[in-house]
Every structure is written in structure tokens, then in C-alpha cells.
């Protein structure tokens, strides 16, 4: 193909944004995406501190329990515990889950899993003797949790899960394969509608979903990026 | 369960590892290239070089593989380029690793002293003798964790590789559910496989992490 038949290709394949209300639905799409990431974020978060605390217990079965619900979590691929929880769960015990549900579910359970070896790191790296130091001057356990350990766990753990974060929007990506309606799937809607009238579409809807992805994990890289070099001064 | 359908499909989910192992490995030999290509790049402050460099390893680590894969595969052969299924895995896989494997080499780079390198100028080595005998040594030992975690993430990554038609582990799975209903099995020997492939990965990375660790800070 020629250089400018490529430019022309490109050109006129942009145009199926400004139809209709095209670029308005892929929009919505990345929403669908954007709300299921962000309440498995929030999920995560919630359970992966406690999570961590519990990795923390220093009890021969909770560590171990806890150790085969952390590696279990990280060998299995994300698509493969969709799978499990999407058709496997409907399959063997009777309980049908919507594609939305299964993938919160799924999501959660992993970055509870990843969440909470990141408290953990944080609470561990806080050494003995500002714990013992807070011992020597009357303090409470509750008082050296909240004024000690809590401040400095917190300010190593922002940057980390912000990472955690952009991962997560990115797995989410994978919830097209359970049937969800999100970006990718409207996508596909609109290269089909545009099949006969803008046949090289697919190259602007691929490259604007791409940017979409792009621009809203990269917000997150940056503000880790801040937070670490901010954490380091 | 149905054993004997189990039996029956087997060697179905062996052929599909191997194309996963031999596309994913092909696919972190080639990462591990463009790796240290990018984090040399950024060692040493290459003017124009540098500024390509950062905005591929923005571009990649945040853009999901399944979306990187839906370009390549679906949209390129619009403007007439044309890559086979097997082609696409290897270019996504590599386009995504190689901002991840530069990542590890770069903050491994980092850990190697400033004095280090002085040392080095002062009894007359060489730029590419101090890197070569001095830097690359320490970086590599130090990277090892990490490169294990990398390559781990990156054989999870290869799950999504039946978008593009590739015959791997999930489309064997798909597969077997479609046309017999054994969804049961199917998912079962597809956890399993994974398992397999992924759990001495795993066993490595955390004894790599531990003898370095003994190496740095002694009995821990």
C-alpha cells in the first residue's frame, strides 16, 4: 500500500467518532470499565488491610492458611479465576453470576490478596524499637498503632497501591470475556455498525481505546510518581 | 467428574503449554533485550534516545496486553500490515515486557555505588570495561528477583492470547466447554496446567530472594 492511500485509510476511519453518538458510547463503555475497577479497588483496599494485619498474626496456621490464599492468588491468572468464577461457579454449585458481579468478585479477591502483602511489607518494615520506644513511654497499643506504626505504614503503602491501582484498571480490561458491556465490547459494536460505510474503522476505535486505557492509568502513575519522590525527601 | 474424558484431553492441554511456554519464552528472551537496550539508554542520559525510551515505557506500562493485542491483530491490517496470530502474541508480549525487565534493570543499576565507578576510572578502565566488569555484574545479581517476578507476570499474561486466535491453554479450555459441556474438567485441568507452569517459577523467585538477600545483609 501507498503512504498517502495509509494516511487516507487512517483519516477517513476517524470519521465514525463524529457519527452519531459514537464516541459518547465508547465513553460510557470506559465508565463500565472505570466503576467495576474502581469498586474492586475500594474492596481491596478495605479487605487487603485487614488482610494484611492477619499475615501479621504470628499463629503457625493462619500464616500458612494465609500463605497458600496468597500464592494461589498470584499464580492463577486473573482470566483463569474469572473463568472459575463465572462459568465454573454457575457449573458445579447452581449460583449464576452476572458478568459485572463475577468480575468484582474476582477482582476483589485478588487485590485483597496483593493488597495485603503490601501492608504487611509496611507494617514488618516499621523496626522493633519504635514499638518497644513506644512501650517505654506509657503509650497504649492502640495509642502506638495510631500515633507510630500507622503514619509511617501509611506513607510506604500510597505509592505502592497506587501501582496496585493502574494494575488493576488494566486487568480489568478482562471482563470482555465474561460478557460484560464495557469499552472494548462497544468497540467491537461500532466496527461492525460501520463494517459496509467506514471498513478500515477498527485502527481509530482500537487507537482511541488504547489512548482511553492510556490516559486513565497514567493520571495514577503519575500521582505514585509524586507521592514516591515526595515519600523520599 | 468424567475421568476418562480427563484422559481423553490431556494431550490437548500439553500441545497448548508448549505453544504458551514457547511463545512466552521467545517472548522474555526478547523483553530481556529491549530491557536493557531501554535501561542503558537511561543510564547513560542518550539525548534524543532518551526521551523515545520513557515514552514507550509510559505507553506500555499503562496500556492493558488485551488492548495492545486488539491493535495489533485487528486493526494494523488496515493499513497493510498483516501479522499472524503467533506474531502478535510475541510483538505484545515483548512490547509489554520490556518496560517492565528495564524497570528492574534500572533501579538495579541504581544500587551500584557511585564508588564503585570511581574506583574503576581510578585504575584507568575504560566506560565500556567499568560496565562490563564493575556495573553489569552487581546489577545483574541484584536484578534477579525481580526478573523472576517479571517473568512470572508475563507467563500469567500469555492467558489472554486466544483473543488472537492462538490455540494456548484458554482457548483449549473454551474449547472443550463449547462443544462438550464439560466445564467442570475443562477448568479444572486448566487451573491445574497453570499451576504446573507457574508454581516452580514461584518457588525460584522467592529462593532467588532469599539467597540475595543472604548475600547482602548476612544471616537474616
Same mark, same amino acid.
Given at each position: 500500500m501507498l503512504s498517502s492511500e495509509i494516511l487516507d485509510a487512517v483519516s477517513t476511519s476517524f470519521s465514525v467518532f463524529f457519527q452519531?453518538?459514537?464516541?459518547?458510547?465508547?465513553?460510557?463503555?470506559?465508565?463500565?470499565?472505570?466503576?467495576?475497577?474502581a469498586v474492586s479497588v475500594v474492596l481491596s483496599i478495605f479487605f487487603g488491610t485487614i488482610f494484611g494485619m492477619i499475615m501479621t498474626i504470628k499463629n503457625r496456621v493462619v500464616r500458612i492458611l494465609s500463605k497458600i490464599y496468597l500464592e494461589f492468588m498470584r499464580i492463577m491468572p486473573q482470566l483463569v479465576l474469572l473463568f472459575l468464577a463465572y462459568y465454573g461457579l454457575t457449573r458445579s454449585l447452581g449460583?449464576?453470576?452476572?458478568?459485572e458481579t463475577a468480575s468484582i468478585l474476582v477482582f476483589t479477591l485478588w487485590g485483597t490478596a496483593?493488597?495485603?502483602?503490601?501492608?504487611?511489607?509496611?507494617?514488618?518494615s516499621v523496626p522493633r524499637h519504635q514499638y518497644e520506644s513506644g512501650m517505654a513511654i506509657g503509650l497504649t497499643n492502640r495509642q502506638i498503632f495510631c500515633h507510630i506504626v500507622l503514619p509511617q505504614t501509611l506513607r510506604l503503602l500510597v505509592p505502592m497501591s497506587m501501582n496496585l491501582v493502574t494494575r488493576m484498571i488494566k486487568t480489568t480490561s478482562l471482563v470482555v470475556f465474561v460478557g460484560v458491556i464495557e469499552v472494548v465490547k462497544i468497540g467491537q459494536q461500532i466496527i461492525e455498525g460501520n463494517r459496509l460505510k467506514v471498513p478500515t474503522c477498527s485502527i481509530a476505535v482500537y487507537a482511541v481505546i488504547f489512548f482511553m486505557y492510556f490516559f486513565v492509568c497514567w493520571v495514577f502513575s503519575l500521582l505514585a510518581n509524586i507521592l514516591e519522590k515526595r515519600q523520599k525527601e | 467428574m468424567d475421568f476418562t474424558f480427563i484422559k481423553q484431553v490431556i494431550p490437548l492441554y500439553t500441545e497448548a503449554a508448549w505453544l504458551t511456554m514457547h511463545i512466552a519464552l521467545i517472548g522474555i528472551l526478547l523483553s530481556l533485550i529491549v530491557g536493557l537496550i531501554?535501561?542503558?539508554?537511561?543510564?547513560?542520559?542518550?539525548?534524543?534516545?532518551?526521551?523515545?525510551t520513557s515514552c514507550y515505557i509510559e505507553l506500555s506500562r499503562n496500556t492493558p496486553l488485551l488492548i495492545q493485542l486488539f491493535f495489533l491483530y485487528f486493526a494494523l491490517p488496515n493499513v497493510g500490515?498483516?501479522?499472524?496470530?503467533?506474531?502478535?502474541?510475541?510483538?505484545?508480549?515483548?512490547?509489554?515486557?520490556?518496560?517492565?525487565? &528495564?524497570?528492574?534493570?534500572?533501579? +538495579? #543499576?541504581?544500587?551500584?555505588?557511585?564508588?564503585?565507578?570511581? %574506583?574503576?576510572?581510578?585504575?584507568g578502565l575504560t566506560r565500556a570495561q567499568i560496565m562490563r566488569y564493575i556495573v553489569l555484574p552487581q546489577a545483574v545479581s541484584v536484578s534477579i528477583p525481580g526478573?523472576?517476578?517479571?517473568?512470572?507476570?508475563?507467563?500469567?499474561?500469555?492467558?489472554?492470547?486466544s483473543i488472537v486466535a492462538v490455540a494456548d491453554l484458554m482457548y483449549v479450555a473454551k474449547d472443550l466447554i463449547g462443544l462438550y459441556y464439560k466445564?467442570? &474438567?475443562?477448568?479444572?485441568?486448566? +487451573? #491445574?496446567?497453570?499451576?504446573?507452569?507457574?508454581?516452580?517459577? %514461584?518457588?525460584?523467585?522467592?529462593?532467588?530472594?532469599?539467597?540475595?538477600?543472604?548475600?547482602?545483609?548476612?544471616?537474616?
Amino acid at each position: 500500500m501507498l503512504s498517502s492511500e495509509i494516511l487516507d485509510a487512517v483519516s477517513t476511519s476517524f470519521s465514525v467518532f463524529f457519527q452519531g453518538k459514537n464516541f459518547i458510547r465508547l465513553l460510557m463503555g470506559l465508565w463500565v470499565t472505570i466503576s467495576i475497577a474502581a469498586v474492586s479497588v475500594v474492596l481491596s483496599i478495605f479487605f487487603g488491610t485487614i488482610f494484611g494485619m492477619i499475615m501479621t498474626i504470628k499463629n503457625r496456621v493462619v500464616r500458612i492458611l494465609s500463605k497458600i490464599y496468597l500464592e494461589f492468588m498470584r499464580i492463577m491468572p486473573q482470566l483463569v479465576l474469572l473463568f472459575l468464577a463465572y462459568y465454573g461457579l454457575t457449573r458445579s454449585l447452581g449460583i449464576s453470576l452476572s458478568g459485572e458481579t463475577a468480575s468484582i468478585l474476582v477482582f476483589t479477591l485478588w487485590g485483597t490478596a496483593e493488597m495485603g502483602d503490601l501492608v504487611r511489607g509496611a507494617l514488618q518494615s516499621v523496626p522493633r524499637h519504635q514499638y518497644e520506644s513506644g512501650m517505654a513511654i506509657g503509650l497504649t497499643n492502640r495509642q502506638i498503632f495510631c500515633h507510630i506504626v500507622l503514619p509511617q505504614t501509611l506513607r510506604l503503602l500510597v505509592p505502592m497501591s497506587m501501582n496496585l491501582v493502574t494494575r488493576m484498571i488494566k486487568t480489568t480490561s478482562l471482563v470482555v470475556f465474561v460478557g460484560v458491556i464495557e469499552v472494548v465490547k462497544i468497540g467491537q459494536q461500532i466496527i461492525e455498525g460501520n463494517r459496509l460505510k467506514v471498513p478500515t474503522c477498527s485502527i481509530a476505535v482500537y487507537a482511541v481505546i488504547f489512548f482511553m486505557y492510556f490516559f486513565v492509568c497514567w493520571v495514577f502513575s503519575l500521582l505514585a510518581n509524586i507521592l514516591e519522590k515526595r515519600q523520599k525527601e | 467428574m468424567d475421568f476418562t474424558f480427563i484422559k481423553q484431553v490431556i494431550p490437548l492441554y500439553t500441545e497448548a503449554a508448549w505453544l504458551t511456554m514457547h511463545i512466552a519464552l521467545i517472548g522474555i528472551l526478547l523483553s530481556l533485550i529491549v530491557g536493557l537496550i531501554c535501561a542503558l539508554i537511561l543510564y547513560y542520559r542518550i539525548p534524543v534516545l532518551r526521551t523515545i525510551t520513557s515514552c514507550y515505557i509510559e505507553l506500555s506500562r499503562n496500556t492493558p496486553l488485551l488492548i495492545q493485542l486488539f491493535f495489533l491483530y485487528f486493526a494494523l491490517p488496515n493499513v497493510g500490515i498483516k501479522l499472524s496470530g503467533v506474531q502478535c502474541c510475541i510483538i505484545g508480549l515483548t512490547f509489554l515486557g520490556g518496560s517492565y525487565m &528495564e524497570e528492574t534493570f534500572r533501579s +538495579a #543499576l541504581d544500587t551500584v555505588g557511585k564508588v564503585q565507578i570511581e %574506583s574503576g576510572q581510578c585504575i584507568g578502565l575504560t566506560r565500556a570495561q567499568i560496565m562490563r566488569y564493575i556495573v553489569l555484574p552487581q546489577a545483574v545479581s541484584v536484578s534477579i528477583p525481580g526478573f523472576c517476578a517479571n517473568v512470572m507476570f508475563l507467563i500469567k499474561e500469555t492467558s489472554v492470547f486466544s483473543i488472537v486466535a492462538v490455540a494456548d491453554l484458554m482457548y483449549v479450555a473454551k474449547d472443550l466447554i463449547g462443544l462438550y459441556y464439560k466445564t467442570d &474438567e475443562a477448568l479444572l485441568l486448566l +487451573a #491445574l496446567s497453570y499451576f504446573i507452569l507457574l508454581l516452580p517459577v %514461584s518457588m525460584l523467585a522467592s529462593y532467588a530472594e532469599r539467597r540475595l538477600r543472604y548475600a547482602q545483609f548476612g544471616n537474616t
